[in-house]
């Protein structure tokens, strides 16, 4: 799964190459500077989100957890914790929304000068760079997970 994953990386790292060397001989520079600073935000706000949402589940587990569980003061700590993340997790959701409404105008922008193969190509870049950066996350923690539960059965053993 992971050499699958990377392949797709790849593969969309050279779209969006591609795309970028397209709209940097074709779009005004201000709108390439768009597309650009665009790419740039909607990664970083998507990893922003991911983050603070691990972060922020992390930390409702540890309240919740059973046996026996966190001291008072862990508790309140971990209570603190989790309200700035909530904070934390609405502002970054709110650039999600941002950077969402800066896709339409960016995509305005660049339809211009795009056929109509190249322009689905440019959207099928925006839409793989959000959803690979989830699913490499994604794997990532199923790999993490996987690899703490054998350790606990090795220790079990």
Known sequence: AQQGLQEDIIANVTLGCELENLLKSLCKPNEYDKFRSFIGDLDKVVNLLLSLSGRLTRVESALNCGDPGPSMEEKLNLLEKKKQLTDQLEDAQELKAHVTRR???????????????????????????????????????????????LRCLRESL
Not at 103 to 121: I, R
Not at 128 to 148: F, H, N, P, W, Y
């Open 103 to 149: 896709e339409q105008v960016v995509l305005e922008a660049v339809s211009k000068y795009l056929n109509e193969d190249q322009l689905q190509d440019y959207q099928h870049y925006v839409k793989m760079t959000s959803a690979l950066i989830v699913e490499q996350r994604e794997l990532e923690d199923k790999i993490r997970l996987g690899e703490e539960q």
